[in-house]
């Protein structure tokens, strides 16, 4: 069974930082790309950042210089190290974890960005 766990989210002020997990199970985790996305109510859900399985990464335009992707290969682990925390970065955030045709997702974390 795949799992995806993510923890990390939170209340935090503008300019502040958090780092999300997520932790993989039930997937073979290196040959996985792994992702963060976020949605707000009403809207799409968008890619934040991603890591593919050669260590590629890939960031938004609104988050580059200022979130940070990466991965623990030894203990499933999926990061997202977010510095200098805007009021637009405030959505539920979710991991993602694709190969191929597979794709699987957490069940989210939310980060309210608020002072």
């Known amino acids: 069974q795949v799992q995806l766990v993510e923890s990390g989210g939170g209340l935090v002020q503008p300019g502040g930082s958090l780092r999300l997990s997520c932790a993989a199970s039930?997937?073979?985790?290196?040959?996985?790309?792994m992702g963060w996305y976020r949605q707000v109510p009403g809207k799409e859900r968008e890619l934040v950042a991603e890591?593919?399985?050669?260590?590629?990464?890939t960031y938004a335009d609104s988050v580059k210089g200022r979130f940070r992707i990466s991965t623990d290969n030894a203990k499933n682990m999926v990061y997202l190290q977010m510095d200098s925390l805007k009021l637009e970065d405030t959505a539920a955030y979710y991991c993602?974890?694709?190969?191929?045709?597979?794709?699987?997702w957490g069940q989210g974390t939310q980060v309210t960005v608020s002072s």
């Open positions: 993602d974890a694709h190969f191929l045709q597979r794709r699987y």
């Open positions: 039930g997937i073979s985790f290196s040959i996985y790309d």
């Open positions: 890591i593919l399985s050669d260590g590629t990464t």
